[in-house]
């Protein structure tokens, strides 16, 4: 008895995996189809050029960090009806590091920049600078953030491409029109 009992849930359990799957692999094909209709609109790719002191000295593919957040403190406050709240306000300003991405390797001038940091000379290595995204098809300008004080905190090259992590004291994005890409 137990026997047919255990042949019974093996059964509906591999009927409810079977319809699991099938049940997927609708739903994934449906996923295909409309995003096969979908057009392009909105999927853009752009070059992050690096400016230290006026001059660019690199391109990179891939850019992350042109940003900043505020820590986040949370303290319990008592309402003057006597319920707890929790209550969150703004702390200390955080400048996030910039990380670029290339492919390949970069000029000599980008690596001495970095030996004035492993040297110790540290006067020379904190410089300003800017991050200028680039439409990739047309190369114009589309937007442009500016930092003050960054260093070169780390630069490798891993055989497949090389990394670049700028630290700095402020970002801003300089004044412009927003970015419409051409149709």
């Known amino acids: 008895m137990r ?14 995996v079977i319809a699991l ?26 070059l992050f050029r690096l400016e230290l002191e006026g001059q660019v000295v690199a391109e990179y593919t891939e850019c992350f960090g042109l940003g900043s ?29 910039i990380l670029l991405k290339r492919p390949s390797l970069s000029e000599p001038t980008l690596w001495a ?20 995204v680039l439409d990739r098809d047309s190369l114009e300008i589309v937007a442009r953030w500016e930092f003050q004080s960054g260093w070169p905190a780390s630069l490798a090259f891993s055989g497949t491409g090389e990394e670049l992590v700028i630290v700095h004291d402020g970002l801003k994005r300089a004044s412009g029109e927003p970015y419409e890409p051409r149709r």
């Open 21 to 46: 799957v099938l049940i997927s692999s609708v739903r994934l094909a449906g996923q295909n189809i409309q995003t096969e209709l979908l057009p392009d609109e909105g999927i853009h790719t752009f």
């Open 113 to 132: 920049w970095r030996q004035a940091m492993e040297s110790g000379d540290v006067a020379d290595a904190i410089q300003g600078g800017a991050i200028e």
């Open 69 to 97: 957040s505020n820590e986040i403190k949370e303290e319990l406050v008592e309402t003057s009806a006597g319920v707890l709240v929790r209550q969150k306000t703004p702390g200390a300003l955080e400048w996030q590091n």
């Open 3 to 16: 026997d047919k009992h255990l042949q019974s849930v093996a059964i509906i359990c591999s009927i409810i």
